[in-house]
T-cell receptor, first 112, second 113 residues
Framework: DVKVTQSSRYLVKRTGEKVFLECVQD?????MFWYRQDPGLGLRLIYF???????EKGDIPEGYSVSREKKERFSLILESASTNQTSMYLC???????????FGQGTRLTVV | AQSVTQLGSHVSVSEGALVLLRCNYS??????LFWYVQYPNQGLQLLLK??????LVKGINGFEAEFKKSETSFHLTKPSAHMSDAAEYFC???????????FGAGTILRVKS
């Protein structure tokens, strides 16, 4: 079975903390994505990576950064967490042409 | 740029009734189109996809969708709703050769007994 694994299902962090969300895929996919999901807004792309050490900004990159040092791992970093970053975060991976994207279970982050 | 519009943030049907979830897209070139389902506190699972082969696409759990280029639509249907179909459904589009998957706002399907 193909798998995208996010390191945490639930996280509670304090305002101003540096937060790391980790995602690992076992399908040797070139592309990896981080989305944020909020009610009524669907999924919005934060960042994506099409190769190791390569990244591109999505639609809402402000307040976030990413790291992809190995092909299977894509990390999302909140440099200084704020309450408006409370959300569900979804990681996905795909082959280069994105004929299908595979999603992790999501991380529900609460910033207090 | 591609975009996706899902008409109706909430749809309610009776068990056994037809399910119709609407999706319209905009894309300057023929796209790939997807429907995903999300059950509570889960990630997204692919229901079906259109990648420029047959315009009527059959997916899992009895769902199907038809690509209509003239109407720029990709509506999702199921002849008879089941209680287990209650979930949130997302339509998504990708431009062929592009590198982004753009999602609609989602439609929550409620199935009444």
């Amino acid at each position: 079975d193909v798998k995208v694994t996010q390191s945490s299902r639930y996280l509670v962090k304090r305002t101003g903390e540096k937060v790391f969300l980790e995602c690992v895929q076992d399908m040797d996919h070139e592309n990896m994505f981080w989305y944020r999901q909020d009610p009524g807004l669907g999924l919005r792309l934060i960042y994506f990576s099409y190769d190791v050490k390569m990244k591109e900004k999505g639609d809402i990159p402000e307040g976030y950064s990413v790291s992809r040092e190995k092909k299977e791992r894509f990390s999302l970093i909140l440099e200084s967490a704020s309450t408006n970053q409370t959300s569900m975060y979804l990681c996905a991976s795909s082959v280069r042409d994105i004929t299908e994207a595979f999603f992790g279970q999501g991380t529900r982050l609460t910033v207090v | 740029a591609q975009s996706v519009t899902q008409l109706g943030s909430h749809v309610s049907v009776s068990e056994g009734a037809l399910v119709l979830l609407r999706c319209n897209y905009s894309s300057s070139v023929p796209p790939y189109l997807f429907w995903y389902v999300q059950y509570p506190n889960q990630g997204l699972q692919l229901l079906l996809k259109y990648t420029s082969a047959a315009t009527l696409v059959k997916g899992i759990n009895g769902f199907e969708a038809e690509f209509k280029k003239s109407e720029t639509s990709f509506h999702l249907t199921k002849p008879s709703a089941h209680m287990s179909d209650a979930a949130e459904y997302f339509c998504a589009v990708k431009k062929v050769g592009g590198n982004k998957l753009v999602f609609g706002a989602g439609t929550i399907l409620r199935v009444k007994s």
